[in-house]
C-alpha cells in the first residue's frame, strides 16, 4: 500500500507537473505539495484532497485512492463498498511513472549554519576522524529543512557519501529501544518503507543504498550476525535482497542459513547489551572503511535509554573513521529532564563537547526579517515593504509560524494571485483577524 506522499508525487510526475504549478493550480504554496509529498503532514480537509484530484485530472477510482490514502471516505457509487474498492490493486507502480530525479524543498536564511555543519563533514572525512555533533533549537526553530539541505549537499558535493538516519517517536518514545539505530540499518539495507526514505536527499540519492546491499550483508555476517533478527528482521532483509539482486553469491547463501536457524531456535539467546552495542558500532566501522557515512538521529529529546546508551559507545569509538554522527534534539524538552530526573540525553551531548570541542549548531527560534523577506521571494509576488514588516511583526521571525501564517492567508483569501501570477494582497486581508499564536495556524495533523 502506498502512502498518501508517494501516490501524489506519482499522479503529479504523471500529468507532467512540477511542484511549483500544482501549487498554482491549487492556490496553496510549493511547500505544501513538498511537505504532503514528503509526508510531514496530511491535507487538513477532504476538500483539500478533492481539489487535488480535481487540478491533477483524477478519475474517482485514482481520487479515492489518494482520499483512502489521507484517511478520508471515499467516493463511493450507491452499489459500491469501502470493500469493494480495496479489492482493486491500489496504482501498479508508483515508480513507472515517478522519474529518478526528486525535488527538493525551499531552503531559506541559515546559510552560517549550514555552512559551519558543512565544515564539519569536510574535516572528518580529510581527517578520517569521526565525531558526533548537534542541532538544537525549539520546535519550529528550522532544525529539520537545515538537516534536509544539509544532507542534500554534501550528497551533491561528496559521490562517495551514504546518508541514513532514523527517528525517535514522540508517541511511543522510550517503549521502543534503539528506534532511531534500527531505522539507519533498515536504511543502509535498502529498506525503503521507515519514515527517513521519503527524506528528499536520501530519495534523490537511492542507488547509493541499493548498491550497498552486497557490502553491507557481508559485513553483517562478519561482525554483527546478532543484529540480524534484533536491530534488522532477517525475513524482510532476505526478501529485499531478492527485489534488487539476481546474484545468489556465498553471503546470500550464508544468510539464509543464519535467518533459518534463528527461526528454529525455540530458546533464543539472552544477548548482553554491550555485545550489541560493539557489534553495531563494528558493523559502522568496517563500512566506513568501504563508503563514508552521514548519519543523522532526530527528535532525540524522545529517545529511550538505550538509543542514548548506543550513542555513547558509538561517539566514543570513531576514531580513524570517516564518520559523522549529527543529533537533533529540542533544547526545552531536554531542559524539563525526564520523570524529575535529568534528561539522559544531556550528559551524553556535554560528555562529547569534551571530546570534540566545539560540536553544537544551537538555532534560535526567530531568524528575524531576513527570514521573512528571504522566504516571501521564494514565490513571485508584489508584496511590499508594509507587508513584510506586519508579518514580521506578527510572527516575529518565527520560521515554522512565518510559514503557516503564509499557507494559511493563501487558503482563506488574505493573499491571491494577480493576472500575472504574482502574490498580492487580497481585499480580505485584516491583520487584526489573524491568529496571534503559532497554534492557531498549524493544521491539526502537523
Same mark, same amino acid.
Request: hydrophobic share 40%.
Given at each position: 500500500?502506498?502512502?498518501?506522499?508517494?501516490?501524489?508525487?506519482?499522479?503529479?510526475?504523471?500529468?507532467?507537473?512540477?511542484?511549483?504549478?500544482?501549487?498554482?493550480?491549487?492556490?496553496?504554496?510549493?511547500?505544501?505539495?513538498?511537505?504532503?509529498?514528503?509526508?510531514?503532514?496530511?491535507?487538513?480537509?477532504?476538500?483539500?484532497?478533492?481539489?487535488?484530484?480535481?487540478?491533477?485530472?483524477?478519475?474517482?477510482?485514482?481520487?479515492?485512492?489518494?482520499?483512502?490514502?489521507?484517511?478520508?471516505?471515499?467516493?463511493?457509487?450507491?452499489?459500491?463498498? #469501502?470493500? @469493494?474498492?480495496?479489492?482493486?490493486?491500489?496504482?501498479? =507502480?508508483?515508480?513507472?511513472?515517478? $522519474?529518478?530525479?526528486?525535488?527538493?524543498?525551499?531552503?531559506?536564511?541559515?546559510?552560517?549554519?549550514? #555552512?559551519?555543519?558543512?565544515?564539519?563533514?569536510?574535516?572528518?572525512?580529510?581527517?578520517?576522524?569521526?565525531?558526533?555533533?548537534?542541532?538544537?533549537?525549539?520546535?519550529?526553530?528550522?532544525?529539520?529543512?537545515?538537516?534536509?539541505?544539509?544532507?542534500?549537499?554534501?550528497?551533491?558535493?561528496?559521490?562517495?557519501?551514504?546518508?541514513?538516519?532514523?527517528?525517535?517517536?514522540?508517541?511511543?518514545?522510550?517503549?521502543?529501544?534503539?528506534? $532511531?539505530?534500527?531505522?539507519?540499518? @533498515?536504511?543502509?539495507?535498502?529498506?525503503?518503507?521507515?519514515?527517513?526514505?521519503?527524506?528528499? @536527499?536520501?530519495?534523490?540519492?537511492?542507488?547509493?543504498?541499493?548498491?550497498?546491499?552486497?557490502?553491507?550483508?557481508?559485513?553483517?555476517?562478519?561482525?554483527?550476525?546478532?543484529?540480524?533478527?534484533?536491530?534488522?528482521?532477517?525475513?524482510?532483509?532476505?526478501?529485499?535482497?531478492?527485489?534488487?539482486?539476481?546474484?545468489?553469491?556465498?553471503?546470500?547463501?550464508?544468510?539464509?542459513?543464519?535467518?533459518?536457524?534463528? @527461526?528454529?531456535?525455540? =530458546?533464543?539467546?539472552?544477548?548482553?547489551?554491550? #555485545?550489541?552495542?560493539?557489534?553495531?558500532?563494528?558493523?559502522?566501522?568496517?563500512? =566506513?572503511?568501504?563508503? $563514508?557515512?552521514?548519519?543523522?538521529?532526530?527528535?532525540?529529546?524522545?529517545?529511550?535509554?538505550?538509543?542514548?546508551?548506543?550513542?555513547?559507545?558509538? +561517539?566514543?569509538?570513531?576514531?580513524?573513521?570517516?564518520?559523522?554522527?549529527?543529533?537533533?534534539?529540542?533544547?526545552?524538552?531536554?531542559?524539563?529532564?525526564?520523570?524529575?530526573?535529568?534528561?539522559?540525553?544531556?550528559?551524553?551531548?556535554?560528555?562529547?563537547?569534551?571530546?570534540?570541542?566545539?560540536?553544537?549548531?544551537?538555532?534560535?527560534?526567530?531568524? +528575524?526579517?531576513?527570514?521573512?523577506?528571504?522566504?516571501?521571494?521564494?514565490?513571485?509576488?508584489?508584496?511590499?515593504?508594509?507587508?513584510?514588516?506586519?508579518?514580521?511583526?506578527?510572527?516575529?521571525?518565527?520560521?515554522?509560524?512565518?510559514?503557516?501564517?503564509?499557507?494559511?492567508?493563501?487558503?482563506?483569501?488574505?493573499?491571491?494571485?494577480?493576472?500575472?501570477?504574482?502574490?498580492?494582497?487580497?481585499?480580505?486581508?485584516?491583520?487584526?483577524?489573524?491568529?496571534?499564536?503559532?497554534?492557531?495556524?498549524?493544521?491539526?495533523?502537523?
Amino acid at each position: 500500500m502506498y502512502t498518501f506522499g508517494e501516490l501524489l508525487s506519482g499522479f503529479r510526475r504523471r500529468e507532467g507537473l512540477s511542484q511549483e504549478a500544482l501549487a498554482d493550480k491549487l492556490g496553496v504554496h510549493r511547500n505544501s505539495i513538498s511537505d504532503w509529498e514528503r509526508a510531514t503532514y496530511l491535507p487538513r480537509t477532504r476538500q483539500m484532497v478533492l481539489d487535488l484530484s480535481e487540478a491533477l485530472d483524477l478519475g474517482r477510482k485514482d481520487a479515492n485512492q489518494l482520499l483512502y490514502a489521507a484517511e478520508y471516505p471515499l467516493e463511493l457509487d450507491r452499489q459500491e463498498s #469501502n470493500d @469493494a474498492f480495496l479489492a482493486h490493486p491500489i496504482l501498479d =507502480s508508483v515508480s513507472e511513472v515517478e $522519474p529518478a530525479e526528486v525535488e527538493k524543498g525551499v531552503f531559506v536564511a541559515r546559510e552560517d549554519e549550514l #555552512n559551519l555543519l558543512t565544515q564539519f563533514l569536510a574535516d572528518v572525512l580529510k581527517d578520517l576522524q569521526g565525531r558526533v555533533i548537534f542541532i538544537n533549537g525549539d520546535a519550529g526553530s528550522g532544525k529539520t529543512a537545515l538537516m534536509e539541505e544539509f544532507c542534500w549537499r554534501s550528497l551533491e558535493i561528496y559521490e562517495e557519501l551514504v546518508v541514513a538516519g532514523g527517528s525517535c517517536n514522540a508517541y511511543i518514545g522510550i517503549g521502543d529501544p534503539y528506534l $532511531p539505530f534500527r531505522e539507519i540499518l @533498515a536504511l543502509l539495507t535498502y529498506d525503503m518503507e521507515v519514515r527517513w526514505a521519503a527524506d528528499a @536527499a536520501i530519495r534523490n540519492s537511492a542507488h547509493r543504498l541499493r548498491d550497498l546491499i552486497p557490502y553491507t550483508v557481508r559485513t553483517l555476517l562478519q561482525t554483527g550476525p546478532d543484529l540480524i533478527d534484533t536491530f534488522l528482521s532477517g525475513p524482510a532483509l532476505i526478501t529485499r535482497i531478492k527485489t534488487t539482486t539476481t546474484d545468489d553469491a556465498d553471503w546470500l547463501t550464508h544468510l539464509k542459513t543464519i535467518v533459518a536457524r534463528k @527461526a528454529a531456535d525455540e =530458546s533464543p539467546i539472552n544477548l548482553q547489551q554491550q #555485545n550489541l552495542f560493539e557489534q553495531y558500532t563494528q558493523v559502522l566501522r568496517t563500512l =566506513s572503511r568501504h563508503k $563514508p557515512l552521514l548519519l543523522v538521529l532526530d527528535d532525540l529529546q524522545w529517545s529511550d535509554n538505550g538509543s542514548i546508551g548506543l550513542l555513547f559507545h558509538l +561517539g566514543k569509538r570513531l576514531g580513524g573513521c570517516p564518520i559523522l554522527i549529527v543529533g537533533i534534539y529540542r533544547s526545552a524538552d531536554v531542559a524539563l529532564g525526564r520523570e524529575g530526573e535529568r534528561h539522559p540525553l544531556e550528559p551524553v551531548v556535554n560528555e562529547f563537547q569534551l571530546d570534540f570541542g566545539h560540536n553544537r549548531v544551537d538555532l534560535k527560534q526567530a531568524m +528575524g526579517k531576513q527570514f521573512v523577506e528571504a522566504f516571501l521571494d521564494t514565490e513571485p509576488n508584489r508584496l511590499g515593504v508594509e507587508f513584510q514588516s506586519a508579518l514580521y511583526e506578527h510572527t516575529r521571525g518565527h520560521a515554522l509560524f512565518t510559514i503557516e501564517m503564509l499557507r494559511s492567508m493563501q487558503r482563506r483569501g488574505d493573499l491571491v494571485k494577480d493576472e500575472n501570477g504574482q502574490w498580492i494582497e487580497g481585499s480580505a486581508l485584516d491583520w487584526l483577524r489573524l491568529p496571534a499564536r503559532i497554534d492557531g495556524v498549524i493544521p491539526v495533523s502537523y
